[in-house]
C-alpha cells in the first residue's frame, strides 16, 4: 500500500520549459491537493480538489496548471518555468477533507 | 485568511531533555494536524487532535480550541526527533465539501546527543 506516490522526485528545468509533476493515490480518497515548500517557510497550497473534475485555487496558484485526470491522479502542469518556482513540491490526499492529510515524499524541482 | 503561528521557531536539545512546542491560530478551524518533517523531508504525520489531549509513546498534544492554540509535547528527546515540526490548521475549503491546510512556519528541532 504506497499511499500517494509523486513522480519525478528531482528535477532541474531551464527558464522557459514545461513540465508536469504526477501524483496518484491508492487510498480511493476524493480529495487532493498540491503544495510547495521553500527554505524557511512552511507549506503553501498552490491548487486541490474535491472531487474527479474539480478544482480550486489555493494560496499561491499563478504559473500553474493541475488536471485531476480520475480520482487516483492529479498532476500539476509548469507551462513556462521561472527561477522562482524553484521548490520542494508535495501532494497530498484525504478521504475526510476536514480529517487527517497523508503526504507524497516531494518532488525537488529547480529551475535554472 | 486565517494565520498559523508557531513557537519557538528553533530549539536545541540536549539527548533526554523536553520540550514543548506552541501552535497559535488567529480564527476557528475545523481541526488540526502536527506533522514531523524529518531530515530527508519526509513529512510525517503525528497527531489528528480538534481538541483535547492525545498521546503516543514519547509525544503528546494538546488542543485548546475555544482558546485557539496547540501544544505539541517531546519528552525524553532522542536524536531521531530532530527536523521540522509543523502545525496545520484545517478549514473549510471553496467549492465542495472539502476543506484545506494552512501551515505555520514550523519549529526546527535539533536533539544533540
Known amino acids: 500500500n504506497a499511499g500517494v506516490t509523486q513522480t519525478p522526485k528531482f528535477q532541474v528545468l531551464k527558464t522557459g520549459q514545461s513540465m508536469t509533476l504526477q501524483c496518484a493515490q491508492d487510498m480511493n480518497h476524493n480529495s487532493m491537493y498540491w503544495y510547495r515548500q521553500d527554505p524557511g517557510m512552511g507549506l503553501r497550497l498552490i491548487y486541490y480538489?474535491?472531487?474527479?473534475?474539480?478544482?480550486d485555487k489555493g494560496e499561491v496558484p499563478n504559473g500553474y496548471n493541475v488536471s485531476r485526470l480520475n480520482k487516483r491522479e492529479f498532476s500539476l502542469r509548469l507551462e513556462s518555468a521561472a527561477p522562482s518556482q524553484t521548490s520542494v513540491y508535495f501532494c497530498a490526499a484525504t478521504r475526510d477533507p476536514l480529517g487527517g492529510y497523508t503526504f507524497g515524499s516531494g518532488t525537488r524541482l529547480t529551475v535554472v | 485568511g486565517i494565520q498559523v503561528e508557531q513557537s519557538p521557531p528553533d530549539l536545541i536539545l540536549q539527548e533526554g531533555a523536553n520540550s514543548t512546542l506552541r501552535c497559535n491560530f488567529s480564527?476557528?478551524?475545523?481541526?488540526l494536524q502536527w506533522f514531523h518533517q524529518n531530515p530527508w523531508g519526509q513529512l510525517i504525520n503525528l497527531f489528528y487532535?480538534?481538541?483535547g489531549t492525545k498521546q503516543n509513546g514519547r509525544l503528546s498534544a494538546t488542543t485548546v480550541a475555544t482558546e485557539r492554540y496547540s501544544l505539541l509535547y517531546i519528552s525524553s528527546s532522542q536524536t531521531t526527533d530532530s527536523g521540522v515540526y509543523f502545525c496545520?490548521?484545517?478549514?473549510?475549503?471553496?467549492?465542495?465539501?472539502?476543506?484545506?491546510?494552512?501551515f505555520g512556519q514550523g519549529t526546527t528541532l535539533q536533539v544533540k546527543p
Open positions: 487532535i480538534p481538541s
Open positions: 480538489s474535491a472531487s474527479e473534475g474539480t478544482t
Open positions: 480564527d476557528s478551524v475545523n481541526n
Open positions: 496545520a490548521v484545517i478549514v473549510q475549503g471553496g467549492s465542495g465539501n472539502t476543506g484545506k491546510l494552512i
